[in-house]
């Protein structure tokens, strides 16, 4: 059994359930039963907890909604379109500036990382919105004439009112001559911000592929890189890569994405996804459609990121295969010399996760690379098929949660006393307060990039800095 897999010392499977019984001490007897299989010790294998269930109403939960995960995943990081927020202006304004998809252009010119929104007020509530989404979609292509296309993502009041956007898209879209895509995203859909990324993988399958095809010739080499959203420049850190081993990436969804080749990746020879919960949607549908096969890797920490080039050159022929092993030979090097400043300084300390999408699991290695390990881990709004790729990749006995409360996720930080905790903005300054390291790993704590070989010496430079900072020493948390 390797390092990773074995039991950290001092936990055991009773041990873990111990802790998992008190934090729930506090609860009624029906919010005990709602909960209680969403927490557990780590079985090795399998989902282990239930997940994509509506959260209990009165637990403090950090999850999202339909319309974040529409508009601050998929569709925002697009950098040629305007997307527009039709809505009350609070839910626009909020979900644009949560995470870093940094897009290359001038702004304004051939990048459109700006807020649009309609800003619904009472009357819009009592007579509709329609005619003022028209006008906004008119003066947005008025403003930006070089936007190859316009996305309408509509917030909760625009459900409730029954407000038409698809039909007043479909008259936009002739009547301004460029793809005008409506996204029926109110937040209230669902149970977390997971169906915002169905939805949206839905409209782009409805609206955008399949329209385009690419002007450079057809290789054998074509690629799409799949759920990466660039956040701290982690697509300009991947795409190099793939280059380096002879891959052509004709499109990236949706980091620095751009809607034409986005709309020809029907045409490419392999998908390969990176954030499966946001992405997994569109990688089927273009196999069952267009015959297209998809693989998934993971390009945190150079463990995985050595295994992922390896499985990804399987796909290819042997000249890639030869690149692939070139290009690890040359990074190997590199990548132990940041593991030999950082490892001594890093060797046995903990780490506790609870994030979305696919960090509670690609991290792991990561953190092992650097001779740390993940005692603790969950997240916000995976499904079961994510807990069956997570179990095996976390020790045996340790926590995994689902969709956990502040009051849990805080429980388990006195229990355990992780040397790190990587999570979001809603947990930060708690574990700060309470003299934890913490690292913001929604949006790389505005460091970044990563992913990948440029990556992982900035992951653990900020790691270190984090946990072996001496301002901890200063802090007296008053509980």
């Not at 780590?42 to 974040?68: D, F, H, L, Q, W």
């Not at 509530?125 to 004439?145: N, R």
């Amino acid at each position: 059994m390797s390092e990773l897999k074995k039991h950290v010392e001092g936990i055991t499977k009773e041990s873990t359930q111990a802790m998992i019984d008190h934090a729930m001490e506090i609860y009624p007897d029906k919010v005990k039963k709602k909960r209680a299989p969403h927490l557990a010790p780590n079985e090795g294998e399998g989902a282990c907890v239930k997940s994509n269930r509506k959260t209990v109403p009165g637990i403090m939960s950090a999850r999202g909604c339909a319309y974040a995960g529409a508009k601050g995943v998929v569709w925002g990081p697009i950098r040629d379109m305007v997307h527009v927020s039709h809505g009350p202006v609070g839910c626009g304004w909020y979900s644009w500036g949560t995470r870093r998809n940094l897009m290359s252009g001038i702004n304004g010119v051939n990048q459109f990382a700006m807020q649009f929104t309609s800003d619904f007020q009472e009357k819009d509530i009592v007579y509709g919105g329609d005619k003022k989404l028209k006008t906004l979609l008119a003066e947005a292509h008025d403003l930006f004439p070089l936007a190859k296309g316009i996305s309408v993502l509509s917030e909760c009041p625009v459900g409730l009112i029954g407000d038409d956007i698809n039909s007043v898209a479909k008259i936009a879209s002739v009547e301004l001559d460029i793809p005008v895509i409506p996204c029926n995203c109110e937040g209230f859909r669902g149970v977390s911000q997971s169906l915002g990324h169905h939805i949206s993988n839905d409209t782009i399958r409805d609206h955008i592929i399949g329209t385009r095809e690419f002007a450079e010739p057809e290789s054998p080499y074509d690629i799409a890189l799949i759920g990466d959203y660039n956040i701290g420049g982690d697509v300009w850190s991947v795409k190099p890569l793939l280059e380096e081993i002879g891959l052509n990436v004709k499109a990236v969804w949706t980091g620095d994405g751009e809607l034409e080749k986005i709309a020809a990746t029907h045409k490419v020879k392999l998908n390969i996804i990176h954030c499966y919960r946001s992405m997994n949607y569109m990688c089927r549908v273009m196999e069952e459609k267009y015959g297209i096969p998809w693989v998934e890797f993971n390009f945190f920490g150079p463990t995985k990121i050595r295994e992922s080039l390896r499985k990804i050159a399987e796909h290819f022929d042997d000249s890639i295969k030869e690149k692939v092993e070139a290009v690890i030979a040359k990074y190997d090097p590199i990548m132990q010399a940041v593991i030999d400043e950082y490892r001594p300084r890093l060797e046995g300390k903990t780490v506790m996760l609870y994030v979305g999408g696919l960090r509670p699991r690609h991290t792991v290695n990561a953190y092992a690379d650097l001779g740390m390990t993940v005692v603790g881990s969950g997240y916000e709004f995976a499904h079961g098929d994510d807990y069956e790729r997570t179990s095996p990749e976390m020790p045996e006995a340790t926590v995994i949660f689902d969709d956990a409360s502040e009051h849990e996720l805080e429980e388990f930080v006195n229990a355990l006393r992780p040397d790190l905790v990587g999570s979001g903005i809603k947990e930060k300054y708690l574990f700060q307060k309470m003299g934890i390291p913490f690292r913001q790993m929604h949006s790389w704590d505005y460091s970044g990039p990563y992913h990948a070989y440029n990556g992982f010496p900035i992951f653990a430079r900020d790691v270190d800095m984090a946990v072996n900072s001496p301002t901890w020493n200063l802090v007296k948390a008053p509980f």
